[in-house]
């Protein structure tokens, strides 16, 4: 098995960058230097030659291709989209396109938005998700050839479980879209769009195993508590980050059941003490083709204005071990606070 897993990041001076692993490769510290990426917003000559969002998410489609948007929530509140392409070679990343407006090709006007999370589809579409600031969720297309769907849709599963805080998605080999979202009173949900019926699979469901792990931490613009990643075989991962900063995984099989253990605690399985020195702020997590799970973590700083560290654990797929965590900023000899994070795993 091939592959890397690619993390992008917004640093703490608005510092757009990417990292990416080899897999293959059996010691988890082993990460190249961060690249720092300066692109122009096509047609916006106001932002020069370098747009800086100050939040990313990203997701890589089975054609090599990552997709990545950035969110620049001041001033106009721009959301744009930008492709790197994987060339031959774990490393050999390039970034031929500009930043696009998104709002440009995807109606109606939505903003201000304050999250967004996107999922890649077997068939290279990509999914869009983006929160609005009054914690209504909306999802476009962004079909293979580079063509949006014509509008933004607000159409969820029942009940109404607005205003959400968070969300995240993934897909499975089958094209469904999972999503998982943090709704208003503080419970997480998930619930399962089919690509090929192009409709909800029933309503949001929050049948999640023992033990309550909640209370989830409020809202907020730089922590994302909550992470999903679907594996070849059909299996549903989530990670979660409470109020107090713990980190907990479960996972829902492809059958409809979840793991006899329920809720785990992942900063008790990757050592003690816990391998990340203070509480975890957000999470983001991707699957291999072999069913290993990546996850990456930035710590929460006091300040909640101020960004934190990045770590990174593998929890292998055939004994279930976790490995790690492992400070990724020092492994890549860098400096900085990560303010944003997204994570893919690329073929």
Not at 153 to 159: A, I, N, T
Request: charged fraction near 15%; include cysteine; glycine fraction near 10%.
């Amino acid at each position: 098995m091939s592959g890397i897993l690619c993390a992008t990041c917004v640093f703490d001076l608005a510092n757009f960058v990417f990292i990416n692993r080899d897999i293959t490769s059996p010691d988890i510290t082993n990460w190249p230097a961060f690249t720092s990426v300066a692109l122009p917003l096509e047609g916006v000559p106001e932002f020069g030659d370098r747009f800086e969002p100050d939040e990313c998410a990203c997701a890589a489609t089975p054609d090599g291709a990552i997709h990545v948007f950035g969110l620049l929530r001041e001033d106009q509140n721009v959301l744009a989209y930008t492709a790197m392409r994987r060339a031959t070679g774990p490393v050999n990343l390039v970034w031929p396109d500009p930043w696009r407006f998104t709002q440009s090709t995807s109606n109606p006007d939505i903003r201000p938005i304050q999250h967004v999370a996107c999922a890649a589809m077997p068939n290279n579409d990509v999914h869009l998700l983006a929160l609005t600031s009054t914690g209504s969720l909306f999802r476009t297309v962004l079909h293979a050839g580079d063509s949006w769907q014509p509008t933004w849709s607000g159409d969820f599963p029942l009940p109404d479980i607005r205003p959400i805080t968070d969300v995240a998605c993934t897909a499975n080999a089958n094209g469904d879209l999972h999503v998982c979202a943090l709704g208003g009173h503080g419970s997480l949900f998930y619930a399962t769009f089919s690509n090929k019926e192009s409709k909800w699979q029933g309503e949001w469901a929050s049948d999640f195993p023992p033990p309550d792990i909640r209370p989830f931490p409020k809202s907020s613009l730089l922590d994302r508590p909550i992470a999903c990643a679907a594996t070849p075989n059909g299996d549903l991962h989530f990670c979660a980050v409470t109020q107090e900063g713990g980190l907990f995984h479960t996972i829902r099989f492809g059958g409809g059941t979840w793991q006899p253990q329920g809720w785990g605690n992942v900063l008790a399985a990757t050592g003690v003490p816990p391998s990340i020195p203070g509480p975890c702020g957000t999470v983001k997590c991707a699957s291999d083709d072999g069913g290993a799970l990546h996850v990456c973590v930035v710590t929460r700083n006091s300040d909640p204005t101020f960004g934190g560290q990045l770590y990174y654990a593998l929890r292998h797929a055939s004994d279930q071990r976790w490995e790690g965590f492992t400070n990724v900023e020092a492994d890549a000899k860098a400096s900085g606070r990560v303010i944003s994070l997204g994570a893919t795993y690329v073929r």
